[in-house]
């Protein structure tokens, strides 16, 4: 959805280094969320964000910290980057609720060292 | 607790043949059910959703899904592959609490 974006869309760093990725909206969608892809698990929500200023943990939260100071951003951080946290982070987007559709961005590849 | 699985990781079918993606779930009150597609170096999209409305959904580029309550099925098909089918497609429940719960996904195949 050309409505989300995601940047960078590759990066690469190095073990204890702190990373932001950030996921910027155009569709004033109020629900926003950030997951990681890896092989053989599908996709697993690493924090959401129910509004500005209000975010919650999702199911693998640990190590990873959100922020989202405008409607617009959600942004995703890593403290102390690890090699475990190598993998494809995927930014969502949507109105919230159970028949909700979300709406995707184009993933970022990142690798740590 | 809301689980699915994704009863194959690959499924291989020759173009112009029927095409069969399982799933099922688990879930404790009547759920809601989606089929998200991952074409290959893309994003996610949505193919389908169920929201206790009719049974048979229709996705798009022709896919459709049944909700089979008593047997806590959503399978995914479609009459005819395509070449542009190939991907990875993704059956996935709602938690209840406005989270998505992701099965691991089915590559599907398609042979010329």
């Known amino acids: 959805d050309a409505g989300i974006t995601q940047s960078p869309r590759h990066k690469v760093t190095e073990t204890g280094t702190p990373v932001t990725l950030r996921c910027h909206q155009t569709?004033?969608?109020?629900?926003m969320y950030w997951y990681r892809q890896d092989p053989g698990h599908g996709l697993r929500l690493i924090h959401y964000?129910?509004?500005?200023?209000?975010?919650d943990k999702g199911e693998v939260s640990d190590g990873y910290s959100v922020s989202r100071s405008k409607t617009e951003d959600f942004l995703l951080t890593l403290e102390s980057a690890t090699s475990s946290q190598t993998s494809v982070y995927f930014c969502?987007?949507?109105?919230?609720?159970?028949?909700?559709?979300?709406?995707f961005g184009p993933g970022t590849r990142l690798t740590v060292l | 607790a809301q689980s699915v699985t994704q009863l194959d990781s690959h499924v291989s079918v020759s173009e112009g043949t029927p095409v069969l993606l399982r799933c099922n779930y688990s879930?404790?009150?009547?759920?809601?059910l989606f089929w998200y597609v991952q074409h290959p170096n893309k994003g996610l999209q949505l193919l389908l959703k169920?929201?206790?409305?009719a049974t048979l959904v229709k996705g798009i580029n022709g896919f459709e899904a049944e909700f089979k309550k008593s047997e806590t099925s959503f399978h995914l098909t479609k009459p005819s592959a395509h070449m542009s089918d190939a991907a990875e497609y993704f059956c996935?429940?709602?938690?209840?609490?406005?989270?998505?719960?992701w099965g691991a996904g089915t590559k599907l195949i398609i042979k010329p």
């Open positions: 996935v429940v709602s938690d209840g609490n406005y989270q998505l719960i």
């Open positions: 879930s404790s009150y009547s759920p809601s």
């Open positions: 169920y929201t206790s409305a």
């Open positions: 569709e004033n969608h109020r629900y």
């Open positions: 964000s129910y509004g500005v200023k209000d975010t």
């Open positions: 969502s987007g949507g109105a919230g609720g159970d028949t909700d559709t979300q709406y």
